[in-house]
């Protein structure tokens, strides 16, 4: 599979197989020794990774694919692999030693040998977003790891990669909703830093390569053109790897992310790039590049043109350009240097290309009179160099003795003429030995060769020390040595013209001779948190960075406090320079501590009022940046009449942008927070991928389409890929016909397009549900083809706009409807995609009904079977609902007269195909909009509004009577809301049942904004609604405000009258204002609703018509809205609750207890005392009330599964064709028969068994165990797996061994004791008196009748020895294994059981297999 170079250790080498058998050496080859492994190594990442100072300590990723999909995981060794390897851990996506360069040091040695840091799936999800970075000490064993704080005071989850580069170890990280990346770095595994690029550049994943880097600093080239003419900017860091800064644009690089960038080889401070010369024109229009070459002598500092001997610029082929294996110019020979090139203004085709040598670090070239390229290699250190030309057929080999002044040539062998494919010697150049691979194309079947060049003849002697030259790396124009990195840099060589060779045996690398230079200002860099100024003579702290301040410092202080602080300089660690006299650039500073600290915060809410043009706000949008992303803006986008204006600072201030453009909509991309399209009514479209800045201008292939009578999405979006988009526009408008809907595809965001399918309904990418393992994919794959490009699209059976008789059909492809699409159904509805299933509603007109069928994974689909007697006329209407908890809701209309609207929701299996009914007259709207939601971020809980009087005689003209009820297992059961214990006065509200006295709440089909929820993913527990307590739901004016803390089982009363809400800072803010009222004034809290404190943000009252946030509900802004009645007079009033609190809470994740300012909450079911929800007892941070400080960064809410519960009826529903009574119980419906659950083994082939029907299912997320296991009866065995369900029901033959010899043992000493103490009453009769020895007293009668039923015992003895026999064949293989049931069964038995009495049959029962 591989061969691996010891990268420590020259002497060793690995062949990695595909199988378990692997190969070392220790002897450079000379001898291989087998060693093994449990499990494969693994095809996703390298295998082995070594430890930089330990050459017996090496992990080796492996995998397990004794399944369809291949798992990760890690072992190790400690000798070599002298010993097979040891397991590590599973689960696992990449480990490192922590000392994997010779360079990295822990600051311990213990951790140095041992620590090791591992990639692994989250805590609680399997899924890439939640894969978390380990350490451990102790190789993982008994869970003793930990997780780092990558950010302060917080982990990080969503680690991608992690390298180590010198002394720098490297983790990349990303989040869903951007592909932007985050790299932290740390020199020590503990103390960790966010790398900080410029403001204007970014990380974006598969768009940035680390290069190889120095001793003091990490290199990155980061993409920033569009991935088909890739080009990037070269960024170095500072010395502890927190702050990059660009030394050099528009590098080259190639899609497979290689970077035209190499450092001269053991020289400081020198690099070779090339960069592109038209760059605009490559941006703009896609023009060929046009790259040239640029070489610093400074570390990117600055950079000039490479000059050949007659001054011109040379260009020369570099990395993306590979045509040899190694290193592309350099090698340990001091200073030598060769490339392919050529002069002039560009670099042209290789096959143009000439062979050109420096002999001083790339200062100056001289071309060879090798014309061609040609492949090259350095050997003994410099004194040879070989090349051999690289076009054609070549029957020669070229070599010089005098760094490429005078070149010789041999004839290749037997008159052989090849092509080469490859020239290489040892790593290190000191060989006198080289190999050449080549191939003899000429030949119909092309013969490959090894051919071997040695030159160790042609020198007998070894160079001494007066073939040898002091060659200086840097000189100044008098030819001395000048100063890099505080000292000067000096190797020595052989002279070119010696007629001698090195013959360096054990290779070292060459010994730097060097002087120490007085220190100058490019000895220091900026100290950490400093950056360089615009004119680059200052390192000042950015806006916002604190500066650190020494322990004991700023405690208590003034407006005129200081303290010694940084400079903001400090001197380059492994700078050798030379201190001068007098003060030096990294001297501490006197610095103010107001300025380091900040000032105390204010304990106010800032007030920012904004007016905007026109009459309503038309459209919203925020831009929310994730967890990983740069800056610190919150933007946001709106839309009025009076145009487009954007917000950076979430409301303070607003601008206008795209002025002189016809925006009709604001489309935020789904998947991908920082991009946002504006569509006109035109082919043009504008686009920013940077939150609203830097917008570009496109043109779609047809305008958009518009017709409000067949709405249509206008773009679909790629869950993956943010270039891939589907646009339907409007074609032949002006055809007899009119316009039709045509669906087209780009990938290269809008730059070429492909036209998918002409008069469409909905295109859609279809979402891949994420893999939680590898697959390795066929060799036979087709690469035009893919499951990414999957594409559901709804086409009418005829090319017309015609409705009658041309029903839709849906179709796919996996190609771009390359070749003819799939066709999976006729007279199509339409179809829904949610979170984990595919829905498809068509019609069937022969029964005028609707029929649904469910898809799990996009491809294959299943028939829905709804329950008995539920038929839907394809007339009504049918709200998918959520999917979210492994089962589908969807509620399908009942009634759809015109305010009297209602449905019923039914809830499909774990695949989507079987439904129940979940809960019956709902309430909705003519809209499809349904009085249901689920409460996010706890599992199985939701709310929805019935109608109650839906049986009513008079349900005309009474109107919907609603009543508000809560589910706490997803569904199996509802309840009644309970009412809070007072009301604003402390008093009770009402008693009796909660059929008469409940909380009912006002739901979704009442919302003027759908954003709008009742609770939010971040603020756990947490819910509000607008309400009143009674038998029914009351006009919504007549409402007051409810809160809950404890997900939905208790309520309490916050404000009177009717408010909208919104949750800040993870909800530990949440603040109310007055729903279309007019007012000055909101309430918030900080204690979850325990208190409301009311805060005026304006002195006349204005009618607020929403109040929002970012969606993630993480901010400590919010914006109102403010509008007149009759429209105009447009506000925003941003509200800054940030000067509440300066102190960031804290968490630690690796306590089991409360964590700082944090405790532990546990969801429940309000009918079980156990806080078990779902099966399991979860346990979630939140932030302690009563604690002054903010949660900032998000918090991991769940801490842990606690443990699993045993089952409860809670944690069952009804099975399909089965009731829910009022009692709580499941019934058959009448006349219907159970399902078929043998279905289940067709499903699942590796399934054993399964359970004849009881009338319950397990709820799909339910993870009980044991208990009251409502779903299990009677097991029968699934077809052709009788044995394994023998094996698994039947007794074993030591069970029944242990059976029968306990009670005779048991039962002998019992007998042995009667016998002892009551043998002299044994056969006396005694006559007119009261016998002494009772025979029916307890302790005489029981002794007597297991000592009579030893006789019984012992003739069954036999038959025992006979079980255990056939058990024991059984369980060697051996033997005949039958299930024998009932009477009639042992009849048919062979013999193998002894015979039993007719009369004894009663002990074996009555029915024989017929009757069963």
């Avoid at 220091?524 to 948190?529: A, I, L, S």
Wanted: contains cysteine.
């Amino acid at each position: 599979m591989e061969l691996t170079m010891h990268p420590y250790d020259k002497n060793r080498a690995y062949i990695i197989t595909n199988t378990k058998t692997h190969y070392k050496t220790d002897d450079r080859g000379k001898t291989w020794e087998e060693f093994s492994a449990d499990n494969l190594a693994t095809v996703f990442r390298e295998p082995l990774t070594f430890h930089g100072r330990d050459p017996d300590r090496i992990i080796f990723n492996a995998m397990d694919c004794s399944g369809i999909f291949c798992e990760e995981l890690t072992m190790y060794t400690t000798d070599g692999f002298s010993k097979k390897a040891k397991p590590l851990r599973l689960d696992t996506s990449g480990c490192h030693w922590a000392v994997s360069t010779e360079l990295f040091d822990t600051g311990s040695p213990d951790f140095n040998a041992d620590r090791i840091l591992c990639v692994v799936k989250g805590r609680f999800s399997p899924w890439r977003k939640d894969y978390r970075l380990l350490i451990s000490d102790e190789f993982f064993q008994n869970k003793k790891e930990f997780e780092p704080d990558l950010e302060p005071g917080r982990t990080v989850k969503g680690i991608v990669n992690m390298a180590v580069v010198t002394k720098y170890l490297i983790v990349a990280t990303s989040a869903e909703g951007t592909d932007e990346m985050a790299l932290y770095v740390s020199d020590d595994t503990l103390k960790w830093h966010r790398a900080v690029f410029p403001h204007d550049h970014k990380l974006v994943e598969e768009a940035y390569t680390v290069l190889e880097g120095t001793n003091y600093s990490i290199q990155v080239d980061v993409m920033t053109s569009r991935p088909n003419q890739p080009m990037g900017v070269f960024f170095s860091s500072n010395s502890n790897g927190t702050y990059f800064t660009r030394k050099i644009e528009h590098m080259n690089r190639n899609t497979y992310g290689l970077v035209d960038f190499e450092k001269i080889y053991g020289i400081q401070g020198i690099v070779l790039v090339n960069i592109v010369d038209n760059w605009e024109e490559v941006e703009k229009s896609g023009a060929e590049k046009k790259v040239v070459s640029k070489i610093s002598f400074d570390d990117g500092r600055t950079f000039r043109s490479l000059k050949d001997d007659k001054d011109e610029d040379l260009h020369v082929h570099s990395v993306t350009d590979l045509s040899n294996s190694g290193r592309v110019f350099s090698s340990p020979a001091p200073g030598m240097v060769m490339a392919v090139g050529n002069t002039g203004k560009t670099l042209k085709g290789y096959e143009d290309g000439n062979l050109y040598v420096s002999e001083d670090a790339g200062m100056t070239w001289k071309e060879t009179k090798l014309k061609g390229p040609h492949k090259y290699e350095f050997g003994d250190q410099g004194s040879i160099l070989v090349a051999v030309k690289d076009a054609g057929l070549t029957d020669e080999i070229k070599y010089s003795l005098d760094h490429g002044n005078t070149w010789d040539d041999v004839d290749i062998p037997n008159g052989l003429k090849v092509r080469p494919v490859q020239l290489t010697t040892t790593l290190d150049s000191t060989s006198l030995k080289f190999l050449l691979e080549a191939v003899d194309d000429a030949k119909p079947n092309a013969n490959g060769y090894i051919i071997a060049i040695d030159f160790d003849d042609m020198h007998e002697r070894q160079c001494e020390d007066d073939d040898l030259v002091l060659w200086h790396a840097r000189v100044d124009k008098d030819n001395k040595p000048t100063c890099f990195m505080g000292h000067t840099q000096s190797y020595r060589r052989r002279k070119k013209d010696a007629d001698c060779f090195i013959k360096e045996k054990n290779f070292k690398d060459p010994q730097v001779v060097s002087e120490p230079c007085a220190c100058t200002t490019l000895d220091f860099e900026c100290d950490y948190n400093f950056v360089r100024s615009e004119d680059r003579e200052n390192c000042e702290l950015p806006v916002g960075v604190p500066m650190l301040v020494p322990d004991g410092a700023c405690k208590a202080f003034d407006k005129d406090t200081t303290f010694k602080g940084s400079s903001g300089w400090r001197k380059i660690p492994g700078n050798d320079c030379k201190p001068t006299s007098g003060p030096q650039k990294d001297d501490p500073v006197d610095r103010h501590c107001v300025d380091a600290v900040g000032q105390p915060s204010s304990g106010n809410i800032e007030v920012k009022i904004t007016p905007h043009k026109g009459q309503r706000f038309i459209s919203k949008a925020y831009l929310e940046r994730t967890e990983i992303s740069s800056g610190s803006d919150e933007t946001i986008l709106m839309r009025t009449e009076g145009g487009v204006f954007m917000s950076t600072d979430h409301g303070k201030s607003f601008d206008s942008i795209l002025e002189d453009a016809e925006i009709q909509e604001i489309l935020p991309h789904p998947y991908f927070n920082d991009m946002v399209f504006f569509l006109t009514s035109t082919r043009t479209v504008y686009y920013s991928t940077e939150r609203g800045k830097n917008i570009r201008k496109v043109k779609a292939p047809l305008p958009p389409w518009t017709d409000p009578h067949y709405p249509l999405p206008r773009m679909g979006f790629h869950p993956k890929n943010k270039d891939w988009i589907i646009w339907t526009g409007a074609a032949n408008c002006d055809a007899q016909g009119g316009c039709h809907a045509e669906a087209s595809v780009t990938t290269d965001r809008f730059d070429n397009w492909k036209t998918l399918q002409r008069f469409v309904g909905r295109c859609e990418f279809i979402k891949e549900s994420e893999s939680i393992f590898h697959q390795i994919p066929p060799e036979d794959q087709d690469p035009n083809k893919g499951r990414d490009k999957l594409i559901y699209c709804e086409v009418r059976e005829r090319e017309s706009n015609e409705r009658e008789n041309n029903p839709l059909k849906l179709v796919s492809s996996d190609d771009f409807f390359t070749e003819p699409p799939t066709e999976h159904f006729t007279n199509v509805v339409t179809f829904a995609t949610m979170s984990e299933f595919m829905i498809v509603a068509t019609k069937d007109d022969d029964h005028q009904t609707m029929n649904f069928s469910a898809s799990a994974d996009g491809i294959d689909f299943a028939y829905a079977k709804f329950p008995y007697g539920f038929v839907v006329p394809h007339q009504m209407g049918y709200t998918v609902l959520d999917s979210s908890t492994h089962s589908v809701f969807i509620l399908v209309l009942v009634n759809k007269e015109e305010n009297l609207e209602y449905g019923s929701i039914i809830k499909s299996n774990s695949n989507g195909t079987f439904y129940t009914m979940a809960l019956e007259n709902v309430d909705t709207d003519r809209v499809g909009y349904v009085d249901f939601e689920k409460m996010f971020g706890i599992e199985g809980v939701a709310m929805v509004n019935v109608v109650a009087n839906a049986w009513s005689k008079n349900f005309d003209n009474e109107g919907k009577m609603l009543k508000t009820m809560i589910t706490h297992n997803d569904g199996a059961e509802w309840d009644y809301l309970p009412p809070p214990k007072a009301n604003k006065d402390g008093k009770k509200y009402c008693s009796g049942s909660l059929d008469k006295c409940a909380l009912h709440i006002h739901g979704y089909t009442e919302r003027t904004d759908k954003s709008h929820t009742y609770s939010s993913t971040s603020a756990i527990g947490l819910m509000l609604g607008t309400g009143n307590v009674g038998e029914y739901l009351d006009r919504k004016k007549a409402g007051d405000t409810f809160m809950t803390a404890d997900g939905g089982i208790t309520w309490k009363f916050a404000k009177e009258g009717k408010y909208m809400w919104e949750f800040g800072d993870q909800g530990s803010i949440v603040v109310l204002v007055k729903d279309r009222s007019p007012t000055n004034e909101v309430f918030y809290t900080l204690d979850e609703g325990d208190t409301w404190i009311p805060h005026k943000f304006s002195e006349e009252e204005m009618r607020i018509i929403d109040i929002t946030t970012v969606p993630s509900d993480n901010s400590r802004n919010f914006l109102l809205w403010s509008s007149g009645l009759n429209g105009g007079d447009l506000k925003t009033i941003n509200l800054d609750f940030t000067g509440l609190a300066e102190v960031q809470c804290k968490l630690d994740q690796n306590k089991n207890g409360d964590a700082g300012d944090y405790d532990l909450w546990q969801p429940k079911h309000p009918k079980l005392t156990d806080d078990c929800l779902f099966g399991h007892v979860s346990q979630y941070y939140r932030k302690k009330t009563d604690r002054k400080c903010y949660n900032g960064r998000m918090i991991p809410h769940l801490h842990d599964i606690k443990r699993n519960c045993s089952c409860t009826r809670q944690d069952y529903e009804c099975d399909w064709n089965y009731e829910r009574q009022k009692d709580g119980t499941c019934k058959l419906v009448k006349d219907m028969p159970p399902p078929d659950h043998s279905l289940f083994c067709k499903e699942d082939t590796s399934r054993i068994e399964y359970y004849v029907p009881t009338g319950y299912r397990r709820i799909g997320g339910t993870t009980c165990q044991g208990g009251n296991e409502f779903d299990k009866s009677e097991a029968k065995p699934c077809p052709n797996h009788g044995d394994e369900f023998n094996k698994k029901h039947g007794p074993s033959g030591w069970g029944i061994f242990f059976a029968v010899t306990i009670p005779i043992i048991v039962a002998t000493c019992v007998g042995y004791w009667v016998w002892k103490n009551w043998a002299s009453k044994f056969g006396q009769i005694r006559l007119g008196e009261q016998s002494s020895f009772d025979g029916e007293a307890p302790y005489i009668k029981y002794p007597i009748l297991v000592v009579s039923g030893i006789v019984a015992v012992a003739q069954a003895f036999p038959l025992l020895l006979a079980s255990l026999w056939r058990s024991t064949m059984n369980l060697i293989g051996q033997g005949r294994s039958r299930r024998f049931t009932t009477r009639d069964s042992f009849a048919r038995g062979r013999g193998d059981y002894a015979i039993v009495d007719e009369d004894e049959g009663e002990l074996l029962g009555d029915e024989s297999d017929e009757e069963v």
